[in-house]
């Protein structure tokens, strides 16, 4: 069992840089891929981005590659996501969830936990 936590949303002009972050709790976090995902009003629920249990491979949505960062730090049980350049479409609540691993990593049904989410938005 995992519990995650995310933090560090909150309102942001266009062009700035916000940082989450999001805290896991129980067990063998460092054995599970990490990913980011965001849902906007009246949309579905899109993947952000994800990291490998070991952080040797990222992937990023096109939307954000480039100006999005994730990363892990398994010491503290925590994993980023850095977003620079930030844009009005970038609006959303942000999701952390964890992996056991295997399966398509954009696909929010192969991770088993998730956060309660931090709301992000993005001002022109």
């Known amino acids: 069992q995992v519990q995650l936590v995310e933090s560090g949303g909150g309102l942001a002009q266009a062009g700035v840089s916000l940082r989450l972050s999001c805290a896991a709790s129980g067990r063998s976090f460092s054995s599970y891929r990490m990913g980011w995902f965001r849902q906007a009003p009246g949309k579905e629920r899109e993947f952000v981005a994800a990291?490998?249990?070991?952080?040797?491979?990222?992937y990023y949505a096109e939307s954000v590659k480039g100006r999005f960062a994730i990363s892990r730090d398994d010491a503290k049980n925590t994993v980023y996501l850095q977003m620079n350049s930030l844009k009005p479409e970038d609006t959303a609540r942000y999701y952390c969830a964890a992996s056991p691993g295997g399966g398509d990593y954009t696909q929010a049904k192969t991770y088993t936990y998730w956060g309660q989410g931090t709301q992000v938005a993005v001002s022109a």
């Open positions: 990291i490998t249990w070991n952080s040797l491979r990222t």
